[in-house]
């Protein structure tokens, strides 16, 4: 019996002069824009999240000192910089870590991390700003060193200034040029079963790229992506970079602060962390089988994939043990892993 082939979607056309350059002339690497509009994967990042608001000058400009020098012997295509909002309206439950409110990320980055050589990615939690805010921040961004991705509402009761889908009209008119990713969540997939649908919603909307929360079930993160490649491929449309997001957890607290976050560590995982001498070291050897496990499902199916590593904790041990992580990780996605 032949085995029927794999539906595949059309590929995209290589940007004008990505290939027709005189083999004698040296040609600069793709930047991580380019990259992302062309469909192509095998990316990392590394997302932070701002200083506090309360943070003076000297202790924000401290802060990215260290950033900057924890992050010199790393092989990153970018940063992403976190837009933090309140979810206590989407989760009543005592958060494990207390919210408190951060810098912009647009001004951390204008600001402090001017001596950052590679592209950023500015989140945008949209609800938070008023369409006038939205529109000032789209006329000012530079997309030669900026991309961006907007978040909608962390529930649907909570009031916003703005909603996702206005935030995507005002991109289009203000800004088109800037580069848009989405977010794509595995838990609502898992709850709904139409988080692939939502994608390509976003896809038609201008999104380039999406970026998963943290994925901690990789089985159910598969069944997505593998759910949104089909949906492409029944379409003819080509699916869009999806970006991974694993982020070490070195104690029950980290841990419960994941859960509380919305993120689903399965029981048996959650045991093994629980009940670990070590969950650091327990939880890097789980992220990285997860990346192991990922890139092999990715390339396999064809679909275009990286990965972003973060540390959801303020702990130097777990901060320095997602730096080692991104560092196997970029191993993980050399030649040939990068379809």
Not at 90 to 99: A, H, I, K, M, S
Request: proline residues 9%.
């Amino acid at each position: 019996m032949t085995t029927p082939s794999r539906p595949v979607p059309p590929a995209k056309t290589a940007p004008t002069g990505s290939a027709a350059t005189s083999p004698d002339r040296p040609t600069a690497a793709p930047s991580l824009a380019e990259r992302l509009a062309a469909g192509t994967g095998g990316i990392l990042l590394l997302g932070l999240t701002p200083p506090r608001r309360s943070a003076t000058a000297e202790q924000a400009a401290d802060i990215a000192d260290v950033t900057l020098r924890r992050l010199a012997g790393l092989d990153l295509d970018g940063l992403i910089l976190y837009d933090i909002d309140d979810e206590s309206d989407r989760n009543p439950d005592e958060r494990p870590f207390p919210y408190l409110p951060t810098m912009d990320p647009a001004v951390f980055h204008a600001e402090h991390l001017g001596a950052w050589p590679h592209p950023v990615i500015i989140y945008r939690c949209v609800g938070k700003y008023p369409a006038p805010d939205l529109t000032d921040w789209l006329r000012s961004v530079d997309p030669g060193r900026v991309l961006g991705v907007f978040v909608g509402s962390s529930s649907a009761d909570k009031p916003v200034h703005t909603g996702l889908a206005e935030a995507h009209a005002l991109h289009d008119e203000v800004r088109p040029e800037l580069e848009l990713g989405g977010v794509a969540i595995t838990e609502r997939y898992a709850q709904r079963g139409d988080e692939h649908l939502r994608m390509l919603t976003k896809q038609s909307r201008g999104c380039l790229f999406f970026v998963s929360q943290v994925v901690y079930d990789v089985d159910t993160t598969k069944s997505l992506v593998s759910d949104y490649y089909y949906a492409c491929a029944e379409r003819g449309i080509a699916p869009r970079p999806v970006i991974f997001t694993l982020s070490v957890c070195g104690s029950t607290k980290t841990l419960a602060f994941l859960q509380w976050l919305g993120v689903n560590v399965p029981k048996w995982l959650e045991n093994s962390l629980r009940h670990s001498a070590d969950p650091l070291a327990e939880s890097y050897r789980r992220c990285l089988a997860t990346a192991t496990d990922l890139v092999e499902f990715c390339t396999e199916l064809g679909l275009p994939f990286g990965f972003n590593v973060e540390s959801v904790s303020i702990r130097k041990a777990e901060i320095d043990a997602s730096v080692a992580l991104a560092a196997d990780i970029r191993r993980l996605l050399l030649p040939p892993h990068r379809p």
